[in-house]
């Protein structure tokens, strides 16, 4: 008897391990590269055609806004690439994490950092520091917490963010230790896989039927190198872009090209997601899986209809702000929501959902928005919270921090200390109009939250640059990524026309005074 009693017993345990396994939702994050805002047929701010494409083909990518939430003020945690991604993996923003820009070498502590005087900035205003060049190991990973719930977990595609490699950080499966290499054109050579999108796709189905037919939850990130530069895609994609009839109306040749071009890759990486939708509908695993697709960064795309300031590199809006979609249990169709997010927020979230306590995860900078997905009243997301911007780097920019809190945005440009720039991006998303004179309290609110955080993380800072042998100016920040009312129609040949007339005017001046002396 109790031989059999131990028996029912033990499958009893076993049975109710394995239910809870099962109702473990199961996680496809899909992150893209160097999307603007706008760079889908979905529309991120209801009512805004300028946030959306109307020229790209993405029914894919607007099947899960259409199954799920779009949410119009979705922020990447910077400008570019790197810091970005390592900011989505640790919670934590780059200020903190230290990797701030692209590039830098091994793990430092803020009093280790590194400040050279390089010769490319050796007549700059400030001394930038050096970015740490890895993951840094302090912040446990997305892989990390979800292994420790029960996941199997898989990064597929690009990773960038060194450090050995997706495997060194809790993921069981990855690509290696990638970066932008493995997608450029010149390591292709299949043309059926431009970009690399179907291998990705068939390496990351290939987990999902693996993992479902274990029974087991899992985590996968599907990072795509698409559409970072150079384009790449099917032969019928591309032709199918090219006969367009509402793209051969298109007169501007270099923006019939960039529509044609990035417009075809990114309708093959849609195809590629819909690949793997159709996978998890035909394994019945859709209904418990959540999918959310967004952007490392945005970019400065040519558009007919454009209202974001900048680019990638920039805190501006167009450097930063990204699309986001996300669909899943619990999730009501066709939602919208209008709260601030970040990248940072993604550990704390798909902690939350896998059924983590994110009191556990006192280091991250992110918040859950889980709350916001199910809209559940009962329990509470913070409102007016501030989102933190750190990049205290020369590379296509000037040394900078910025903070988002509500409807308001704070630059401090650190060759510029005393002259804040203050927007309402409710009323003003094209950051047209400065109101930090009109504004003096908000303007003082904003900077003492962004001292605080910056002295609590230990960010590092630009120095001044003592060695310099003359009065240097420093960087026009309306020259560097111009308001949109003083451009033209297609913004990047403006702004490179007017930076090439510089330099020319700068030789001529510097030829000027050689001779005069």
Known sequence: MNKVLKFLFTHLILGSTFLIAQDKPNFIFILVDDMPWFGTSVEQMEGESASKMTYRRTPNIASIAENGMTFSNAYAAAGMCAPSRS????GVSPAKTLFSGNGGFGEKSPKEVEYPLSKKNEKCLLIEPTPLGNINTK?????????NQGYATAHIGKWHIYGGGPEKHGYDVS??????????PKNITDPNDPKRIFSITKNSIKFIEKQTNKEKPFFIQVSHYAEHSAQMSLPETLASYENDPAIKKIKDKKFKKEVITHGAAVTDMDTSIGMIIDKLKELNILDNTYVIFTSDNGKGLLHDKRILRGSKWSLWEGGIRVPFMIMGPGIEAKSRCSENIIGYDMLPTIYELAGGNTEDMPNVDGESIAPLLTQDESTSFPANR????????YRNNTPQSMIIKGDFKLFRFYEIPDQPYLFKLKNDISEEVNLASQMPEKVQELQKNLDEYLESSKAYLPKPNTALAEAVEPVNVDKLFPPLSTMGKFDQETVKKSRKTEKKNEKSKTAKQEVES
């Open 87 to 90: 900011s989505i993996q640790s």
């Open 139 to 147: 912040y446990p990973t997305i892989g990390t917490y979800l292994k």
């Open 175 to 184: 690509s290696g230790e990638t970066s932008n290499d493995e997608g450029s």
């Open 386 to 393: 501030a989102l933190y911007f750190h990049y205290p780097h």
